[in-house]
């Protein structure tokens, strides 16, 4: 398993578009990929899980990939959250 820690910076946080474009980008991988932020963990790969979390600007996010390609998908996660500009990783 990895985990890896985000900071949103983005001033509208993670809204519909760009939580979409994340949701695809898990949904390409075989892994489990979860997703916890505001202590509640979702499944990164359920469009309406992601939007439940209500993800602000500076919220601190956890992203853990776990099974066959984890390594790829967390790359896949965390270049698509940089190129988005939608935060940082901490």
Same mark, same amino acid.
């Given at each position: %398993? &990895?985990?890896?820690?985000? $900071? ?8 519909? $578009?760009?939580? *979409? *474009? ?9 892994? +489990? &990929? *979860? #997703? /916890?932020? #505001?202590?509640?963990?979702? +499944?990164?790969?359920? &469009? %309406?899980?992601? %939007? /439940?979390?209500?993800?602000? /600007?500076? *919220? ?7 099974? @066959? +390609?984890?390594? @790829? ?5 965390? +270049?698509?959250?940089? /190129?988005?500009?939608?935060?940082? @990783?901490?």
């Amino acid at each position: %398993m &990895i985990k890896k820690y985000f $900071r949103i910076t983005n001033e509208t946080g993670i809204h519909a $578009r760009p939580a *979409t *474009t994340l949701v695809n980008v898990a949904m390409e991988f075989k892994c +489990d &990929i *979860t #997703l /916890s932020a #505001l202590k509640h963990e979702v +499944d990164f790969k359920s &469009i %309406m899980g992601v %939007m /439940s979390l209500g993800i602000y /600007s500076g *919220t601190a996010i956890e992203v853990k990939c776990d099974g @066959e +390609d984890e390594a @790829e998908a967390m790359k896949a996660i965390g +270049d698509k959250i940089l /190129s988005l500009g939608l935060g940082k @990783e901490v």
